[in-house]
Nanobody
Framework: VQLQASGGGLVQAGGSLRLSCAVD????????MTWFRQTPGKERDFVAS????????DYADSVKGRFTISRDNAENTMYLQMNSLKPEDTAVYFC????????????????WGQGTQVTVSS
């Protein structure tokens, strides 16, 4: 399974970006999907997750109310709409998939995308 993240870029504080994660398999709907982010020298942190059917979502406290995760199982694609961006949101964002129905640690992810850089200027 290959995951391809895209949509990162440079944006001013308060702006918005929409990340996408395209998956190459028709088994996309079998996996819970997640977003993580990582800054240099730090561990990869959980951002958001969405259940297989798209009905259950979970967010890190730092992004609640600003980010929205969604998925389109017909298109094998997951999204992360990021609004009201802050400089502290600057990171490389990774999408990942897991066969596990619960849990938000990087260790339980089965497949990872290559990451897309998000930079928020103040």
């Amino acid at each position: 399974v290959q995951l391809q993240a895209s949509g990162g870029g440079l944006v001013q504080a308060g702006g918005s970006l929409r990340l996408s994660c395209a998956v190459d398999r028709h088994t996309f709907s079998m996996y819970r999907m997640t977003w993580f982010r990582q800054t240099p020298g730090k561990e990869r942190d959980f951002v958001a997750s969405i259940s297989r059917g798209g009905t259950v979502t979970d967010y890190a406290d730092s992004v609640k109310g600003r980010f929205t995760i969604s998925r389109d199982n017909a298109e094998n694609t997951m999204y992360l709409q990021m609004n009201s961006l802050k400089p502290e949101d600057t990171a490389v964002y990774f999408c990942a998939s897991t066969a596990s129905a619960v849990g938000i640690t990087a260790a339980i992810m089965n497949f990872w995308g290559q990451g897309t850089q998000v930079t928020v200027s103040s």
